[in-house]
């Protein structure tokens, strides 16, 4: 498996606009095994998100998708910044239906 | 929902045996959505925890169960150090059954 935890900004007020494009895409990527969009308690323009694939080569083809390229496109322009990226090997757990 | 994102670092050579030790639990404490345990790709002694509870209040409960607390006393002599330790409300996603 292969993981990711990342953080990033909205600009602000494009918090809740950017959190609906990302959920858009939840569903049906392929090798996609758990995909959790979260907000930030402290800080009201950032968004963690934290991915489980099957392996790296899921999530980079998820990347080429044609509903992802679409929604990265969108999101964009509502990102002030990337913090966080930080990749992980899941070794295992609860939530991972399907691995 | 109430998530954490968590780091931390075994002793030298312990990582194995901690990640045994926090697998033991990832099944059947009781509001847990998702638990997942992964090893940093690039720092052979630390460890990524990302979690996702009905609401804190499940995760607070799940320190008093006997079998975290036993779980905990072992895995702690093994612990060299906390790193990042993050909280998030999450919204939604893939990998998240039972919410």
């Known amino acids: 498996m292969y993981g990711l935890i990342g ?3 909205s600009h602000p007020g494009q918090r809740d606009a950017l959190v609906a494009i990302l959920m858009e895409n ?3 990527m392929p090798g996609c095994i758990s995909y959790v969009v979260a907000l930030d308690p402290k ?3 950032a968004i963690w998100i934290t991915e489980v694939w099957k392996d790296e080569a899921s999530h980079k083809a998820s990347l080429s998708l044609p509903s ?3 929604a990265i496109a969108r999101a964009m322009p509502l990102i002030a910044g990337f913090g966080m990226h930080q990749s ?3 070794v295992g ?3 991972l239906p399907g691995r």
Chains 1, 2 share one sequence.
Request: a negative charge; glycine letters at 16%.
């Open 7 to 9: 953080q990033f900004r």
């Open 43 to 45: 800080d009201a323009e």
């Open 68 to 70: 992802v390229k679409d």
């Open 26 to 28: 939840v569903e049906g």
């Open 93 to 95: 757990g609860t939530g």
């Open 88 to 90: 992980t090997l899941p």
